[in-house]
């Protein structure tokens, strides 16, 4: 079976036109017509159904995008792990993000990547862990950062644990709510708090943590997936904000934090997480040594 004629039939299933798969691909429409032709003429199966608003798959087509997906993934890992053997740890490395990693951890992790392998290229994408996981889906990225409490169970991936990064509830220095030895949630819905994009569920538990009633919701004025933005927004304005303490009491000027009535504390269980089935390169799995290395002494620190 042909890897690259079923290329062409997931870019065509994906994008539904034509011309846009053959432009995906980087062929002549004429001749992304022809491979697809040859493909089911192979197969002896009818693919597409063709009118005027496009091509959709048919039953059989469906059934075989399924298989073609596998069948490329696999192709593609083959070749990557080929790659891996042939240059060692020197070439890219691309990692993802989430807010609180990206804050706390990456700036360290890549000065030292930086000392380790100066001939490394590392590429880092920032943001919601969702957003992150669709990059590393198609591809883009080696590995991803975050807390697999933001999206659920999935199968997809596997994952390493690298740390924990404690946190809780912050205000700027001179705020009205400093005057008080502890927090309730009368005061903290009377000023509003700053977050970064979280789910439904996992608000109603920081709501419990922080003593709202069952069903009330968390009374969020800002989301924000850049930490600094936030830490930046709490120094100048009356809203609170849930920080990871490495980043709110860092510098000459650290932000106030706030005692609540409950003995818990918030943080980030932080993971390394990876496409289920992907071999990491030898460079990834340093990347991901040194992640947790770096969240080890900064706990160690905070402590």
């Not at 969702?130 to 991803?144: H, I």
């Amino acid at each position: 079976m042909d890897v690259k004629r079923l290329t062409h039939f997931i870019a065509l299933a994906e994008e539904g036109r034509f011309s846009l798969a053959a432009a995906r691909v980087h062929l002549s429409q004429a001749a992304f017509s022809r491979s697809i032709q040859h493909l089911e003429e192979q197969m002896g199966l009818r693919l597409f159904d063709r009118g005027a608003k496009g091509a959709r798959p048919t039953p059989a087509g469906e059934i075989v995008l399924a298989r073609a997906r596998e069948l490329v993934f696999d192709s593609s890992c083959l070749q990557r792990d080929i790659e891996l053997v042939k240059r060692g740890d020197v070439g890219e490395i691309s990692i993802g993000a989430a807010p609180i990693p990206a804050a706390v951890l990456v700036p360290d992790v890549l000065c030292e990547l930086r000392r380790q392998s100066p001939q490394l290229v590392t590429h880092v994408h920032m943001g919601s862990l969702p957003k992150l996981l669709m990059q590393m889906d198609a591809q883009e990225t080696d590995f991803c950062l975050g807390d697999p409490r933001l999206i659920g169970h999935s199968t997809r991936y596997e994952k390493a644990h690298v740390g924990k990064q404690m946190g809780g509830l912050y205000c700027r220095p001179g705020h009205p709510l400093t005057r008080k030895r502890h927090i309730d949630a009368k005061a903290i819905e009377s000023h509003g708090i700053a977050v970064i994009s979280i789910p439904v569920a996992l608000r109603d538990a920081i709501a419990s943590v922080y003593g709202f009633p069952l069903g009330a919701n968390l009374p969020v004025s800002v989301e924000c997936d850049d930490i600094h933005t936030l830490v930046h927004l709490v120094r100048n304005t009356d809203v609170l904000s849930l920080l990871p303490h490495a980043v709110a009491r860092a510098g000459p000027k650290p932000l106030h934090y706030l005692e609540v009535a409950s003995s818990q504390t918030t943080f980030a269980d932080v993971y390394a997480i990876w496409l289920k089935g992907r071999t990491l390169s030898p460079a990834a799995k340093r990347a991901i040594a040194l992640v947790r290395e770096v969240s080890a002494s900064l706990a160690v620190r905070a402590s």
